[in-house]
């Protein structure tokens, strides 16, 4: 950590330091291209993963957190950067370096109207674009009147502006037009079959080979984290269940965690190991989704049928425990909020005892057929770096190569009780991507079979007070959600609710790759892609 | 041998002969028509009522599933209530379509099968189309099909529609090219191309895919794979891949033109293993084992009617089965097989039938 201090102050004196959760420094934003570049490129600390980056509204001034980390060391380092003009406010992109930043900088200047120089697209992403203020601001104004539901249509103008410095120092904006004047533009989405969810991309099409593809998000985005702001804590958890609703048990746990380490809550271990279990569920629930819906896309309807056989056990031990089969409202701030169903365990016992059989069955079905695989190897191929570049975690990076799992990076909950292997694969193709959420199903199963009998007798949760005042301060926590790495940043100002609650999605970012993993493969490769992905409109547009 | 079959002629005949007792030969030939296209046009409806519901119930079975159940005893109605339903639709009137050939399209989709669909040999004596050059037609009439679908494509004036017509274009004749071929190594070891011929030197001399051996058997595969292709069905649906183009090129319809589509959808299928019945498994000719006397009486005493669309269900049955188990195909890889695979393949295998008629190597 001192190196890591050593090196900033020494590249830029004007770095202010402090210390937090990671060492944080408050650099001057103009200086911030700069520092980043040298903090991606420095052999020692190589902060190759932009894991997030937050904007915020800190009254007097508006400016981005980032979140740092590096792959090979696995060190955190925090930089935040701002602005005091309110009115026209201005940062410097990050893009060029790492390039998930290009969609997390679009949705800052659409929640505070912050704009960023170099970014090649600054455009709104989730609001449509005549909307009237930046809705995360703290003086926004929320009135009916201020925006009234529209009543026409957006047309699509295809056009986006670009900042950029010149040599005598002043802004220059430079429109630039997303597709040639010529292209083939087809809308798939926002209602497309294969879009899981209401997902729009702006598809150039020549012939049927993809030229580009436009991503346009926000049909369903339900400004969570502008509703966090005047939520409790123990209000905030619900909306968790509705980000990704295959990975509800694991949003959840983040949020919890990340209130309950600000509390300093020590959680009695018998919730801990449900909270695992639980976990590891979803993300059984979550793969064979993934199976059946990629199966479906693919157009082997069969497949799919034969994935929901499966997963309605693991839903049928949600329903028992936690009374519902989808938003299951279980985690609660220092436990769960019941005990388990006396049949838990022994549906558990049964799920593992038949998964194998059917996995094979999968196997025989669908990933073994000739015409399934050629339809997805050497598709969508994903480089280890592209891979971290575009912060693209979970199952789609360890397709890549990328060993990200949060699980085994940073062990939460009974994570470093159980062993499991992390399914890598290095093709970086669908099918790679594919046969890791397969082998993760097998690895899960695993964990469950370590803990089902061993869950220790002892309270299931924690008492807490009704209203909880987080004690002051900026808090990042990770777990590893069935899609990916899902973060829950929480600044508070130990009020009773939230001074700001973002949630680091990880569809977010495979959303973001879409463009680079399809240029010049065909619409079907596009569905391929898209499904292999496995992301979740919910999550991208919360 | 063939005694034993019943002859429908004999019935057709009768009917002949009684009208022309009591009316002017050109009064009784009217009434036949007449007659003939409202049969045609019944069993039309008919076959695909119960193939839709054979499909939704085998392919509720591939799925662990059960399938209609609710209307009527096992489900029966719920094809004739669907059916019911699509009558009484609302045909939507999209603006900015080319009105004519829009509402032309889906007519000679259903043309193209129904002209297929009379010269199907049901049983012995019970054909509508029977001429000189049976096959040919089949193959002709059939192709006009594809003009529908491009049709339809390109006056929905929608891009989805359009690139599924393309697809679909560039599909069905690449596959009318196996199946002409494999056809034609049938037109060529029969020495004909009338359809009742061909039925008849299978009833007297066993059916081709036994007496033609290994190239009638490589033909017959052949057939199967571009047959199941030019009906746009899974693993060859393209053209209509509900998860990349909606619903291809039938998009923009509604009522009835959709359900034309429909309908010619389930009896090119039909039309597909019929053809693949008359030409290799022996139309409606009876299984024949070579010395089993009783046996061969036996199977002569089923109706050849039952035989022609027991064979039919067999094959679509396995249609059915490549639908419900593969994954689609992409187009290029859709085309890769047809151009670099099968073409070729029915060419050798066209050369090996022609040796093996020349100097009769077979059965």
């Known amino acids: 950590m001192a190196n890591i201090q050593e090196k900033i102050t020494t590249f830029l004196p004007e770095a202010v330091f402090e210390e937090g959760q990671y060492p944080t420094f408050t650099v001057p934003a103009e200086k911030l291209p700069a520092l980043a570049r040298m903090l991606h490129d420095d052999a020692d600390l190589q902060f190759d993963n932009l894991a997030a980056l937050v904007g915020n509204d800190w009254g007097d001034t508006l400016g981005v957190v980032y979140y740092l980390n590096s792959v090979k060391y696995n060190h955190w380092v925090i930089l935040k950067a701002a602005t005091a003009d309110r009115e026209n406010p201005i940062l410097y992109s990050v893009s060029d370096v790492w390039a998930n930043a290009n969609f997390e900088e679009r949705e800052v200047y659409d929640f505070f109207g912050i704009r960023f120089i170099g970014h090649p697209d600054m455009r709104r992403i989730f609001l449509r674009g005549d909307w009237a203020g930046y809705p995360l601001r703290k003086d926004y104004d929320t009135s009916r009147e201020n925006n009234r539901v529209p009543t026409e249509s957006e047309e699509n103008n295809d056009k986006t502006i670009s900042l950029s410095v010149n040599a005598d120092g002043k802004i220059e904006t430079k429109i630039i037009d997303i597709f040639d004047k010529d292209d083939y533009i087809i809308n798939i989405g926002p209602q497309h079959p294969a879009t899981h969810g209401v997902m ?21 985005h339900r400004g969570i984290e502008k509703l966090w702001e005047g939520m409790t804590y123990p209000q905030t958890l619900h909306m968790t269940d509705r980000l990704d609703y295959l990975s509800a048990c694991q949003n959840r746990h983040a949020l919890c965690m990340c209130i309950e380490e600000a509390m300093q809550v020590e959680v009695p271990q018998r919730a801990q190991y449900i909270r695992t279990m639980m976990d590891e569920l979803m993300r059984i629930n979550s793969h064979l989704l993934f199976f059946s819906t990629l199966a479906m896309d693919l157009g082997s309807v ?53 998964m194998p059989g059917a996995l094979k069955e999968y196997h025989n079905l669908f990933s073994n057929n000739v015409i399934a695989r050629n339809r997805m ?79 220790p007798e002892g309270d299931f949760a924690v008492k807490m007070k009704p ?76 | 041998m063939q005694d034993n079959i019943f002859d429908f002629s004999i019935v057709t005949q009768w009917i002949d002969t009684f009208l022309r007792t009591y009316i002017p030969d050109w009064g009784a030939l009217l009434i036949e028509f007449v007659l003939i296209g409202l049969a045609l046009l019944l069993l039309y409806a008919l076959i695909a009522l119960a193939l839709i519901y054979g499909e939704r119930k085998i392919c509720a079975f591939f799925q662990c599933r059960l399938g209609p159940n609710r ?44 002209l297929a669909f ?101 033909a017959f ?6 047959g199941t292709a030019e009906t746009n069905r899974g693993p ?26 429909y309908l010619a959808e389930y009896l090119n299928m039909f039309i597909v293993a019929g053809i693949a019945s008359l030409l290799f498994l022996g139309g409606w000719a009876p299984l024949h084992i070579g010395g089993w006397e009783a046996f061969n009486n036996i199977m002569d005493y089923i109706p050849s009617i039952i035989w022609f669309f027991g064979k039919t269900a067999v094959m679509m049955f396995i249609i059915m089965w490549f639908k419900w188990t593969f994954p689609r195909l992409r187009i290029d890889q859709l085309l890769h097989l047809e151009w670099k695979y099968l073409v070729p393949i029915g060419f050798v295998n066209l050369l090996l039938v022609v040796l093996m008629t020349i100097f009769k190597i077979h059965f």
Not at chain 1, 512 to 521: Q, T, Y
Not at chain 2, 88 to 114: G, R
Not at chain 2, 181 to 206: H, K
Not at chain 2, 221 to 226: H, K, S, T
Request: with cysteine; charged share 20%.
């Open chain 1, 302 to 354: 069969t497949a799919l049928c034969y994935g929901f056989r499966e997963r309605e056990k693991v839903l049928d031990i949600f329903d028992e425990t936690c009374g519902a089969r989808m938003s299951l409202n279980y985690n609660t701030i220092g436990g769960v909020m019941a005990d388990i169903h006396p049949n838990f365990q022994r549906r558990i016992k049964e799920l593992i005892a038949i």
């Open chain 1, 467 to 542: 209203i909880i005042k987080v004690p002051e301060g900026r808090y990042f926590k990770q777990v590893e959600a069935s899609r990916g790495a899902f973060g829950i940043y929480l600044e508070s100002r130990g009020e009773k609710n939230p001074y700001r609650l973002k949630v680091v999605s990880p569809g977010y970012s495979l959303v973001g790759a879409i463009d680079h993993l399809v240029k010049g493969s065909k619409i079907a490769d596009l569905i391929t892609i898209g499904a292999s992905l496995d992301y979740v409109v919910p999550d991208i547009d919360r």
């Open chain 1, 200 to 220: 729009h991309f702006r598809t150039a099409l020549d012939g049927e080979i993809i030229k580009k593809i436009d991503v346009h998000c926000g049909y369903i």
């Open chain 2, 221 to 226: 595969v052949i057939y199967l794979i571009a």
């Open chain 2, 236 to 261: 060859f649906d393209l053209p209509e891949a509900e998860s990349e183009l909606t619903a291809g090129y039938h998009t923009e319809y509604s009522g009835i033109h959709f359900g034309f589509y």
């Open chain 2, 71 to 114: 209307v009527g005893p096992l489900g029966l109605f719920q094809s004739i209530a669907d059916m019911l339903k699509i009558l009484i639709k609302e045909l939507i009137d999209i603006k900015h379509t080319d009105k004519f050939l829009f509402n032309l399209a889906p007519y000679l989709v259903i043309l193209s099968s129904m």
């Open chain 1, 377 to 455: 190897i050497g598709m969508g191929n994903l480089s280890l770096d592209d891979a971290i570049r575009y912060n693209m975690t979970g199952p789609s990076g360890r397709g890549s190569g990328w060993a990200c799992d949060v699980r085994k990076r940073n062990p939460y909950a009974v994570y470093d009780k159980v062993e499991f292997d992390e399914v890598l694969y290095t093709e970086g193709d669908s099918y790679a991507r594919y046969m890791v959420r397969m082998k993760e199903i097998e690895q899960s199963l695993h964990i469950l079979e370590q803990l089902v009998d061993n869950i």
């Open chain 2, 118 to 218: 009379g010269c199907m040999p049901f049983g012995k004596g019970l054909q509508v189309l029977d001429f000189n050059i049976g096959v040919f037609f089949i193959m002709a009439v059939s192709s006009i099909g594809v003009l529908g679908i491009l049709l339809a494509g390109w006056s929905s004036n929608n891009k989805y529609t359009l690139i599924g017509a393309m697809r679909s274009g560039a599909q069905m004749i690449s596959y009318e090219l196996s199946i002409g071929l494999s056809m034609l190594a049938v037109v060529v070891y029969a020495g004909t191309m009338q359809t009742s011929q061909l039925v008849d030197q299978q009833v007297t001399n066993g059916w081709f895919i036994f007496t033609g051996h290994i190239p009638m058997f490589i």
